[in-house]
């Protein structure tokens, strides 16, 4: 378990450089997809099971409440996601990722922090 989640936080913090590196890049193919349903489908699953899996680690890693607090806020985005309109899931996609690109580097700030703390609790 420690593998995959490093290697999940090793994706985070990879994409939080980008963010910082080029802003613009990720909302930007994030767009050309928000649309599509297996997009809504992908975000709802993908969540719940990286949170599934930090909130399993937690009690082996250096970080447990952290981890904890990541995971079921992860299942608890996902679930919501899950259970969104298809219209109302891409009107929050795009409002969300509008409110990325006001922000500049800090959203990408933030979730290379988030990769980080990950690496740091299970590595």
Request: charged share 10%; net charge neutral; no cysteine.
């Amino acid at each position: 378990m420690s593998f995959i989640l490093t290697l999940i936080s090793l994706v985070i913090i990879y994409m939080g450089a980008m963010l910082i590196y080029r802003p613009k890049a990720i909302p930007d193919l994030v767009k050309l997809y928000v649309e599509e349903t297996w997009l809504q489908v992908f975000a709802s699953v993908g969540r719940i099971l990286i949170g599934v899996a930090l909130t399993v680690y937690a009690d082996h890693s250096r970080l447990p409440v952290i981890m904890t607090i990541l995971g079921a806020a992860s299942i608890l985005s996902g679930i919501a996601f899950m259970f969104m309109s298809p219209e109302k899931f891409s009107s929050f996609l795009n409002d969300m990722l509008n409110k990325a690109e006001e922000f500049g580097i800090w959203p990408g700030v933030v979730v290379t922090i988030i990769g980080l703390l990950i690496l740091y609790a299970v590595w």
